[in-house]
Structure formats: C-alpha cells, structure tokens
T-cell receptor, first 112, second 116 residues
Framework: QQQVKQSPQSLIVQKGGISIINCAYE??????FPWYQQFPGKGPALLIA?????SEKKEGRFTISFNKSAKQFSLHIMDSQPGDSATYFC???????????FGTGTSLTVIP | NAGVTQTPKFQVLKTGQSMTLQCAQD?????MSWYRQDPGMGLRLIHY???????DQGEVPNGYNVSRSTTEDFPLRLLSAAPSQTSVYFC???????????????FGSGTRLTVV
C-alpha cells in the first residue's frame, strides 16, 4: 500500500512555464514532507522540505504548498528550465521515527 | 567529506548467489537505511538502523539481511539472489529528526544489480 500518492507520473513543460507536482497522504502521523530531485544515474538529493505548521515554503524558484486539512502537498517550479529536467519524489516522515515514505516519482522534462 | 559511499556501482549475479552491498558514511549520521528503486514504484524501504547494533525491517525486507556494527557502515546482504531482486539499490543516511530543521536523507549514488 502506497503511503504517499504522487501525480502525475510524467510531465512535459515548456521553458519558462510552471511545473506542478502533487502528493497526497492519509497517515496523520506524518509531520515532515520533503521533496527530492534525482538526475539519471545519481541518487536523490534533498530539494526543499516543509512542516505542517506552515502552508507554504519558498526557496528560489521552488515552492511547496501544503494543505493540512486535505492532506495534500505540492511542488511548484516557477520559470522551469531545461536543467530542471529530472525525476522528483515527494516523501513523508512520521513524528514517531526517522523513516521516509516516498511517492512513486514524477519524470519532468522541460523543453527549450 | 565523501558523504555516503556505495560499492559496487554495478553487479551481475546468477540466481542463487549471495553478495553484500557496501555502504559507508562519514557524516556521523545515526540513521541509515537501504532502499530499492524500481520503475513506477518509487523508492521502497528495505531495512533501516537508528544506531550501531539496532536494525529494523522496512516495507520490503524479504531476501535481505543487514547489520550495523559501527556508526559508519551499513552493509546489505542478499542471501540467495532472485531475478525479482534486479533493481537499483540506494543507501541513505541522516541525523535523527530531533537534530535539525531541515533534516533529510543524504543518498549514495546507487548500486545497479542485475540477477540473471
């Protein structure tokens, strides 16, 4: 059973556009929500993370929006660039431990 | 500071063979884990450890063993390889969650395993 559901599976965006990736969860014990970026042949790398006491966190062109009541969170990439082409994973961690549960990933392609 | 180092990068095994995937970190992280990555299934937790001498099972532990004798090392053993274990394996480490605001995994570069 997938603890974190991620969509879409793949996404194609033109350069300069906005990329949006969505995730949903059910476990109310989750209290930390990071996003990871993975380039081909590499391990995932932490991109940005949020805790449920805030509704939005922004770092440069990357923004996480968090809706606690709906148990959903999303990653927005503004002014998408070809260098952003990668696989993005959302994840969630419970307040009772260090484990992370990952979504199934979104393959983002930004076309020039 | 090398981060998380995984060896080997590539491996081909025959069905029934055993092997150990090595993982070492030099960041004094207490928490270490092993994931497998398969197309369309994301990253699934195999085993994890919250410190030396302490290990526990994740979502997909069958066919794998781990041990944690030191803080730095967390090897993953495949007992009798099966084609279903063909995957990319990632080791990851982190501080325990009460240590920082932006805690998260540092991943190794992965081991691509093929079982024939």
């Amino acid at each position: 059973q997938q603890q974190v559901k991620q969509s879409p599976q793949s996404l194609i965006v033109q350069k300069g556009g906005i990329s949006i990736i969505n995730c949903a969860y059910e476990n109310t014990a989750f209290d930390y929500f990071p996003w990871y970026q993975q380039f081909p042949g590499k391990g995932p790398a932490l991109l940005i993370a949020i805790r449920p006491d805030v509704s939005e966190k922004k770092e440069g062109r990357f923004t996480i929006s968090f809706n606690k009541s709906a148990k959903q969170f999303s990653l927005h990439i503004m002014d998408s660039q070809p260098g952003d082409s990668a696989t993005y994973f959302c994840a969630a961690s419970p307040n009772t431990g260090n484990q992370f549960y990952f979504g199934t990933g979104t393959s983002l392609t930004v076309i020039p | 500071n090398a981060g998380v180092t995984q060896t080997p990068k590539f491996q081909v095994l025959k069905t029934g063979q055993s092997m150990t995937l090595q993982c070492a970190q030099d960041m004094n992280h207490e928490y270490m884990s092993w994931y497998r990555q398969d197309p369309g299934m994301g990253l699934r937790l195999i085993h994890y450890s919250v410190g030396a001498g302490i290990t526990d099972q994740g979502e997909v532990p069958n066919g794998y063993n781990v041990s944690r004798s030191t803080t730095e090392d967390f090897p993953l053993r495949l007992l009798s390889a099966a084609p279903s274990q063909t995957s990319v394996y990632f080791c990851a480490s982190s501080l325990t969650r009460d240590r920082g605001e932006n805690y998260g995994y540092t991943f190794g570069s992965g081991t691509r395993l093929t079982v024939v």
